[in-house]
Structure formats: structure tokens, C-alpha cells
């Protein structure tokens, strides 16, 4: 595989597991220098109590060909988000592309009405959700604007079509989701003359480490939970995603995306990059053309 992000210097904020993780390691797949940030580490566990860690991620990025550096860091805090911006421009002197993933919420209550959600809870989901992407891009973008051709990735839940037609299951969510998709429409118009390409993308149904665990499932086996729910056929592996912003940050005509609301299965037929059993599953086509209108499970033709 050519590098052609050698040279080049990431952060993936949220790079503990699911999207964030599938994103770093193959932006180092690309040869890219990332730097790794989330709460959980080897010796703390962020709220969400789950074993991933940053260091883990960081060495997945090493042994996919790049360099990967874990920085504990908690989003919410300005002044950790702006030293590690600062040790950044320190140890590398530029940086080239930047992936909001930042979520980190352990509960979302879902099919309950505002009135029926724990309040505390759910205004805690949109710190983590949306200030979080906030605080990030406002200490990074000064530093990633210096160096013309960079690339800001908002990653979400969804498409904006789709998201616009579809409730979410939860008012809190269905906010922070759309609240990030506004986000990267703010920033697509504040970056347009800055040679910086700003884009919203949306893995389909991810297989992170929470779902396989919620079906009692691994990677290997992941079929197995089909008999569980047959929808899942149509999902994807985090490196799917990842794939797709490193497709991303490698086209040098990566400007012809600003301001769009993408996804991975829309950019596989694009870029021609494949999932990791070699499909290029179609998850926001399938999800409207079969899943939510009632059809049986079926992915020939979406995968």
C-alpha cells in the first residue's frame, strides 16, 4: 500500500474504540503520524467502564505501518484540549487532518420522551456530544489552518437526509446528533476561504466493540447475531469508516467534498476501498430501502 500521508499529522479525537479507533489505524495504514486521544487508559477507565485504551489504539496505528501517540485527554476541559494542541505544534510543528469523534456517553435512554429521560443524563450527553467538538476545533483549527490542504472530519450518526426525515429514538440524541451535523456545516462556511476542507460523515451500523458485546459476538463470529437480528447483515467493521477518511485525506481534489454529509458506503463506490471481508456495504440505503419500510433482511445489492 502507498503512504502518502508520510509526512503527514493527524489527530482523532475519540480514538479509544469504535469509529475513532477504525479511523487512527488507518490513517496510520497510510503512514500518518496520529495522535490518540480519549479518557480511557491503561490505569483509568473513563465512565464508560469498557477495557479499550488509548495506548492500544496508538500501538494498533504503529503496527499498521504508521506512528500512533496516546494523549490522555477529556474533551470537556479546555485547558487539556489547548496543551495538547500546544504539544502538537511542539513535537510536530504542524497538523494536517482533524477527526471530532469525541462521545463518551455510558447512557442514552432510548424510546423515552424528554419528559420520561433522566435529565441529568441527557444534558450530560450533549456536553460530551457537541461541546466536546466545540472545545476541540477551537484550540486545533488555528494550528491545522497554517498548512494549506487540510481536512476536518465531523463524524456522526446518520446523514443529514436522513437524519432530517428519521427521530432518533431519544430527544437527547437525535440533538446531539444533529447538533453535530449543524457543526459541520459552521464549519464548512468559517473554512471556505481557508484552504481547508470541512466534511460531516457517518459510518453505517457499526460494529464497535459495544455492539458485538451487546449481541454477545466477536468480529470472527459477528454473523452469528443474524439470528438475533437479520438487519445486522448490513453492518460494518470500524475500519470501514476508517478507510474512508483516509481515501479522504489522501485525494488531493478532497475540496470537491466541502461541506458535504457523507458515507462510508457512499465513498467505498467513490474511492473503491472495501470493508475488511471485501464488501462495500450500503448501510443509510439499505436502512431506507428495506429496513425501515418492513422488508425481510436482504443486503443483495447493498453490499
Do not use: C
Not at 455510558?106 to 460530551?128: C, F, I, M, P, Y
Amino acid at each position: 500500500m502507498t503512504k502518502l500521508l508520510t509526512g503527514k499529522v493527524a489527530l482523532v479525537a475519540g480514538g479509544t474504540r469504535g469509529a475513532g479507533r477504525g479511523t487512527a489505524i488507518q490513517l496510520g495504514a497510510a503512514g500518518a503520524t496520529v495522535y490518540v486521544t480519549g479518557r480511557s487508559t491503561r490505569v483509568q477507565r473513563s465512565e464508560m467502564n469498557r477495557p479499550e485504551t488509548i495506548e492500544e489504539t496508538a500501538e494498533l496505528v504503529s503496527a499498521a505501518g504508521g506512528v500512533g501517540i496516546a494523549v490522555q485527554v477529556d474533551h470537556l476541559v479546555p485547558d487539556e484540549v489547548r496543551e495538547l494542541i500546544a504539544r502538537i505544534e511542539s513535537e510536530q510543528g504542524a497538523l494536517h487532518v482533524l477527526v471530532n469523534d469525541i462521545w463518551g456517553t455510558s447512557q442514552v435512554e432510548w424510546n423515552k420522551t424528554v419528559w420520561e429521560s433522566d435529565l441529568d443524563a441527557g444534558l450530560h450527553t450533549l456536553r460530551l456530544a457537541v461541546e466536546t467538538h466545540a472545545i476541540t476545533s477551537h484550540f486545533a483549527l488555528p494550528l491545522l489552518i497554517r498548512n494549506p490542504g487540510g481536512l476536518v472530519v465531523e463524524m456522526t450518526d446518520g446523514t443529514d437526509e436522513y437524519n432530517a426525515a428519521t427521530y432518533r429514538n431519544s430527544l437527547f440524541y437525535d440533538l446531539a446528533k444533529g447538533a453535530v451535523s449543524r457543526m459541520a456545516f459552521a464549519l464548512a462556511h468559517e473554512l471556505r476561504s481557508q484552504d481547508t476542507t470541512s466534511v460531516l460523515l457517518t459510518p453505517g451500523w457499526l460494529r464497535s466493540e459495544d455492539m458485538l458485546d451487546s449481541f454477545g459476538v466477536t468480529e470472527q463470529n459477528w454473523r452469528d447475531a443474524l439470528t438475533v437480528e437479520p438487519h445486522f447483515a448490513i453492518s460494518e467493521s470500524p475500519a470501514y469508516v476508517g478507510r474512508a477518511v483516509a481515501a479522504l485525506a489522501q485525494d488531493p481534489e478532497v475540496s470537491r467534498w466541502h461541506g458535504g454529509s457523507l458515507s462510508s458506503g457512499e465513498l467505498a463506490k467513490v474511492y473503491g476501498f472495501t470493508d475488511l471481508d471485501g464488501s462495500q456495504p450500503d448501510a443509510w440505503r439499505y436502512l431506507v430501502e428495506v429496513q425501515d419500510v418492513g422488508k425481510p433482511a436482504n443486503t443483495t445489492g447493498y453490499r
